[in-house]
């Protein structure tokens, strides 16, 4: 018990949110740096040449330039396990992006300085708003021309309605960024560059009057630095944990993953402030306490054809509670069956590795030949009573057309396998042409290249006119009129679909007895 304590509280799993281009991937991989896990840094460049580096590892996010898969990685960082949990950053992912988010305890949330709050960060942080996720901010690209940083807090505040409170006060801004004041350690951090930022920037530690910065920065910027320092640490509001936690203030760093500057604060204000993994509250009002003595854990992702060497499927689990040892039996409760989780592995990019052990907080892969799906619990004893993952009523449809009639095989374990991914969600299964439903045009191709280039099962997809759909029960099934497109999911729920939100209106006035769902009604 008092091992699995004491691994708990080292734990911190977290997500990075991000407008696309904010610098996530760069991010990531001078977390990786500081963290020990690469020892060189440097793979990052503009998306349309990138090749490697560790969270990219599929053909379709190197061609098209956008973060399509999520991939977990573990390193350590002064004592701490870090599970970093890499979110598709394209604003057409929402669902992907959800079950990501689901899985984490805290978030980076990643401004651009010149751009502030951007449209996709706005979703994403409405997403951890739900969950009352703490949220950790940094101001990137801090060595570039950039917004006022009183503006800069004033933006998130007046745009995501949250109290943004500054640990760090920045030194200039553009070419001339050297470094912070760390508002509450009251020491001046100055760094300097390193080349192509490959290794840890050195840092030199001073105080704010420090003759040779006033040098440095010249009497007057000098004057207006301590200004601001002293307005920032007066006149905005503490630093508050209990409200962190709660989810309604950000503290929020100041740097640049480019050059490092600011990576290792961010990093030890995870350990520091970020929570370790929290006890869930269950649907029966009870709680699940990550340090119970027994095993839980969820499926918050799916991924087939990681390696394409392998050619595999992943369940990607995150521990809720209890130790997690390798060769243990675990109930499905889905399944209602146990099954022996006999090769966990951790990924890191393209390289796997055994796991022994896990804890809460960790993600650990289990290599399945179809057994799992989306929101899977596995656990020891009774299943908890929590839906960890609610699905969404796709927006856009299509009917899936296979061109070439000899790959009907490969055809009907594609779609299959891309539902459990959560890729698409499938309707009318049984029939010739089943039709699927994805969250953002972009998924369909995404669907389609995957088909191909994985199954080879070339496809024709010819889109239907439909907006929305709502889940209805079986009893209200039959209550719908002939006219109303009436679908059924792949546990046979039938689902109702729209032409537009109107429709959807005027179905609700004329038949207002029908319950509509968003999310299936039992699963
Ligand atoms: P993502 O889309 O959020 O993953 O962003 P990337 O990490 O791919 O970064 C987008 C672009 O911004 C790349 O050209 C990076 O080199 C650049 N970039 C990332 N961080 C910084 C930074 O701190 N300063 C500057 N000047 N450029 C950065």
Redesign the pocket.
Known sequence: MAELTDEISKRRAFAII?H????????TEKLLLYGGAIHLAGH????KD?KSTKSDFMALEQERGI?VSTAALQFNYEGHVMNLLDTP?HQDFSEDTYRTLMAVDSAIM?LDASRGVEPQTIKLFKICRERNLPIITFI?????PALEAFELLDNVEKVLGISAVPLVWPMGSGRDFKGYFDLYGKKLHRFERTTGGAHRAPEALSGIEDPQVRELMGEAEHDKFCEDVAIAGEALPAFDKEKFLRGEMTPVLFG????NFGVEHLLANLTDLAPAPRPIVLDNGETLKPDENRFTGFVFKMQANMNKLHRDRVAFLRVTSGKFERGMSVNVPRLGKEVKLANPVAFFGQERTTIDTAYPGDIIGIISPGLYRLGDILCEGNPPTFHPLPRFAPDVYARIVLTDTGKTKQFRKGITELADEGVVQLFNLTEQTPLIGVIGQLQFDVFKYRLEDEYGAPVRLEPLPFECSRWISKEDAEKAGRFDKIVYDELGNPVLLFESQFRLRSFQEQNPDVVLHMHPIVI
């Open positions: 991000a696309p281009d904010a610098g996530k991937t760069t991010l990052v460049r503009a998306k990138r973060s950053g990643l990137n690209k801090m060595d570039m640049s993953a480019v050059t």
